[in-house]
């Protein structure tokens, strides 16, 4: 009799193989001649052959001399080519694609060449010693990771993720290890709730895995080494912190000693209340800096920065003492109004910006009446986020454009606002002669948005396009884009915009495009409520 527990591996293999052959092309069989004669074959449980209208139990198949009908078994996952067996293997557990190898001498060795491997705990110790805690720091783990290690020995893993309880001396096993096996990607998660012990990770000793380019660390301790020893990590390109304590010193020195580093994500870490980015020959180009609540300055002095991410509950004092190429930025501040330091300090020390994003959720007329002309002499695309704000006048970002002379992109995200219509009459019409691209989200048809976007299709004399969606959607920097879903327009609604918009660009080329959500969301879209008009 066949276990339970077979039968339900086999389910486990024959699901990953139709998850495999729905992402196959599907290409139309060439069509057969039917035969002069049809055999119909009904199975039973049985496991006999039985045709059906014959009372034999076994398969009677009536011959005729011009046609022939055979019943074959055939296991069609064995003739399947070894790729695909290895890509159906990489949809199972690690346990169970282990498993694979009793079942015959071609699966063997298959999962060794798994390119991609995700471990637990679970995945390293019984179902009774993973119950108890007490055992998570035991050497079983290392011994049951390094013997996993060691059957891979001679292939290569391109991506290796782990998520345990190891203590430090643990990971510089582990990190041994993974040396010899062409590691390009590691993602170490440490599940210090697991264990009594603090984990604090040992970055020194990455420098043993030479192929590493892209490397996560989560939840642990990383401090600066002790030891008087120079590091290089000439390897790793990205470095990403997640739920990481970060000590003085650790941030200087994986600057220092990751010559290769062009991108740092520090994400809901506890930060000392500075951070500096600076170092010698430091090729850091993008920095990313999420929810770290402790932080107080951040320090620039990066020859190479162009890009810049800021998302926290309050402002920070930025000290941008060198950033010649930091062109792009991103600031969203829940508690604090970022408007006069983006009018402000941010203008005056960074010159250069080319692309600014941020959100605010206050009224702001007072700051863009205080802006100096021409302040973002150079910026080519703004983002702006109106969330959650009191009676705000959209014609308040007029002044805001003309001072920003060689724009070419303005998005524009709208929500909550409370006002029906402009509070003064609309001004001249300054031409806005490098303005191509215009979005408007949550756009609802109040009489406020439609004054505003007639003065776009009025003074953007090389506009292309404008876009306005119905749903809300606000970029939240690289780590995701929030969407708000919201009720359609109504027929009356959405034919009172087209009839107010249509005709009113000075642009020959200009397009008007009316949707419920914004074109990177197309998941939201249906054809019928899209609308495009010249």
Known sequence: MISSSRVAFSLVILSAAIAVFSKLPKNPLPKKKKPSSQCIVKEEPSSQCIVKEEQSSQCIVKKEPSSQCSVENKDMISELPDDILILIISYMPVKCGIRT???????????????????????????????????????????????????????????????????????????????????????????????TNTCFFPFEFLSEIPSLRYFRLSSCILQQPTLESEFRFNSI?????????????????????????????????????????????LRLKSLYIFGCGDLEEIEFYADNLVLFEFFNHVLVNFVFKHAPRLESVFLDVFNENVTPFVFGKLAKDLPNLKSLTFTKDHYFKGS?????????????????????????????????????????????????????????????????????????SGFVGAENEIEFALYILKSAVGLEKLVISKCLSIYMGTINCRTRSENRWSEETHEMICRRLKGQAISETAQVITQYAAHFQDKWVVEDDVKVFL
Request: proline share 3%.
């Open 237 to 281: 390109q990205i470095l990403s912190l997640s739920y990481v304590v970060v000590c003085d010193g650790a941030v200087e020195f994986i600057l220092s000693n990751c010559l290769s580093l062009h991108s740092l994500r520090i994400v809901n870490c506890d930060c000392p209340s500075k951070l500096c980015f600076s170092g010698p020959g």
């Open 101 to 195: 190898s009793i079942l015959s001498n071609r699966w063997k060795n298959l999962y060794r060449y798994l390119s991609n491997v995700k471990l637990n705990c679970g995945d390293l110790l019984s179902r009774h010693l993973l119950e108890a805690r007490s055992d998570h720091n035991s050497s079983l783990i290392v011994y049951s990771l390094n013997r996993f290690l060691k059957l891979r020995s001679g292939s290569e893993i391109l991506s290796f993720r782990l998520s345990c309880c190891l203590s430090r001396y643990q990971f510089i096993d582990l990190i041994s290890s993974l040396g010899g096996l062409g590691v390009r990607t590691l993602d170490l998660i440490c599940l210090s709730h697991c264990s």
């Open 368 to 440: 863009i009446e205080s802006m100096e002309t021409d302040m973002f002499s150079k910026l080519r695309r703004l983002n702006l986020s109106l969330i959650s704000g009191p009676r705000i006048d959209l014609f308040t970002l007029i002044p805001f454009l003309k001072n920003c002379p060689l724009l070419e992109e303005f998005i524009l995200n709208i929500n909550f606002l409370e006002n029906e219509g402009p509070e003064e009459k609309m001004q001249a019409v300054t031409l806005h002669s490098e303005l191509k691209k215009v979005e408007i």
